[in-house]
């Protein structure tokens, strides 16, 4: 299982067919680090009482999971259409989603760091959260690239095309909100 870290390439190899369970957990975790995350931010950026930090916490951790979920679906739906219409993958679309639940793993690590960055008092640089989203991007790309080539049959460069459409526009979103 601590393939995924050092070697995806073998991990997918391996595991094919994919199970849904993993890659439904790592779905949960990172929404609920995220939810976590905000809730860390808005108590450390406001004196509000314990109160609204509680309200706060209720009303993130649905939204954190609703929108972490619109994001599989979107990430699923383009990557499912890029391998298999775009380069004729013989994939499921069920396997895509599992392969894209995948790609949530950087996110259990990149969203505290991110959130760490921008609540300490040592006050780090604005390109130091830039910098952990373009590498936790990175690493999306290459878990959806690795995962499309065997769930889907495709080459090494077709995963690697099919992965970097979804990779390029989310760098580009993440370099917008810096510029």
Known sequence: MLEIFYDPNRFFEERT???VIPPA???LLASLVAALSTVATVVQATDRSVIMSILTAILNVPLSFIWDLLLLGIYSTVLYVLASSTFEGDGSFS????????????L?????LTTLSYTSELQ???W???AISVLSILWQGAIWSFGLRHTHDLSRQDAAFAAGVPVTL????ALRGVV
Do not use: Q
Request: net charge positive; glycine share 6%.
């Open 17 to 19: 067919p994919l199970s």
């Open 25 to 27: 957990t790592v779905v």
């Open 95 to 106: 396997a895509t989603i599992k392969v894209a639940g995948w790609g949530f793993l950087p």
């Open 108 to 112: 259990i690590f990149s969203r505290p």
């Open 124 to 126: 780090f640089s604005p």
């Open 128 to 130: 130091l959260p830039f």
């Open 170 to 173: 989310m760098l580009a979103l």
